[in-house]
């Protein structure tokens, strides 16, 4: 109900700021941050750890029966379920570099109620709550006015996991529509910055319900359009990624899903 629903909204932004200083602990603080090499390029840092740990018993304590489902310790799926990636954009962040963002998102019946997207470096906070609209540090957000392809900022991130010629080939077409194409390395901060307005898309071939619920979230209740993404199984199982303002949707979407090179 939405009662419970208030008391995870406050503790949720609450506990993105604690998450935030925990990482703003390590952040360019010199030293290798690395622990472990998840794949080719797939960090984890000592700081992912520490967030992760946090965000696991705080969740634990406050709502015991909630289900809670993170990029390092992965979780099981319940009817309400915390979905979150405790350091999105970590390659990033192992090297000092300012883009990357703590992601909560609170699901009932795998649907996103709740979106929380922190920019510590930033001091942004980004927060949704299904039907109540999106927020910057209180503010209200909206996605841009843009209605022109050959005026829109497009950030298409990339992922090993899906084939490399079907990116580039992305990448052409969207250059060849006139869009400016951007890779931040981050989609959860991505997301955030189309909710903002200040991109105009966000797309992704293969991505984790951590990297991006609470983002999503966000742009639709800034008044974005998004194919969704749905929380089901496991969790764990990479999906694609669209979310835009709806001035560009349809020759968005048609570019994003043609196939092979424009020339
Ligand atoms: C990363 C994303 C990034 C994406 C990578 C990766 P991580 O998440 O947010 O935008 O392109 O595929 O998943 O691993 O830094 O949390």
Redesign the pocket.
């Known amino acids: 109900n939405e009662i419970e629903l208030a008391q995870r909204f406050d503790f949720a932004v609450a506990l993105a700021r604690q998450a935030g200083a925990v990482a703003m602990h390590y952040f360019r603080k010199g030293g290798d941050l690395r622990t472990v090499e998840?794949g080719p390029q797939?960090?984890v840092t000592i700081a992912?750890h520490d967030v992760d740990c946090l965000i696991r018993h705080s969740i634990g304590e406050h709502f015991p029966d909630d289900g809670i489902l993170t990029?390092e310790s992965g979780g099981k799926i319940a009817q309400a379920t915390w979905v979150i990636?405790?350091?999105?954009?970590?390659?990033?962040?192992a090297r000092g570099i300012a883009s990357?963002a703590i992601?909560i998102a609170f699901c009932v019946g795998g649907i996103a109620r709740i979106g929380i997207v922190f920019d510590p470096v930033a001091d942004e906070m980004f927060t949704a709550w299904r039907g109540h609209g999106a927020f910057c540090n209180g503010a209200p957000m909206h996605v841009s006015a843009t209605q022109d392809i050959r005026q829109a900022a497009v950030e298409a991130?990339?992922?090993?996991?899906a084939p490399l010629a079907d990116y580039l080939a992305l990448l052409d077409r969207l250059l060849d529509a006139g869009c400016e194409f951007m890779?931040?390395?981050?989609?959860?901060?991505?997301l955030a910055q189309v909710a903002s307005g200040r991109i105009d898309a966000y797309v992704?071939a293969?991505?984790?319900a951590?990297?991006?619920l609470a983002g999503l979230l966000l742009v639709e209740e800034a008044g974005g359009c998004t194919t969704g993404f749905p929380l089901v199984g496991d969790g764990q199982h990479g999906l694609a990624v669209f979310a835009c303002t709806p001035g560009i949707g349809a020759p968005l979407r048609a570019i994003v899903d043609a196939r092979g090179k424009t020339r």
């Open positions: 998840k797939d960090l992912d990029e990636d405790p350091i999105d954009g970590t390659g990033n962040f990357f992601s991130g990339y992922s090993r996991k890779q931040f390395g981050s989609a959860a901060r991505g992704e293969h991505l984790f951590w990297d991006v």
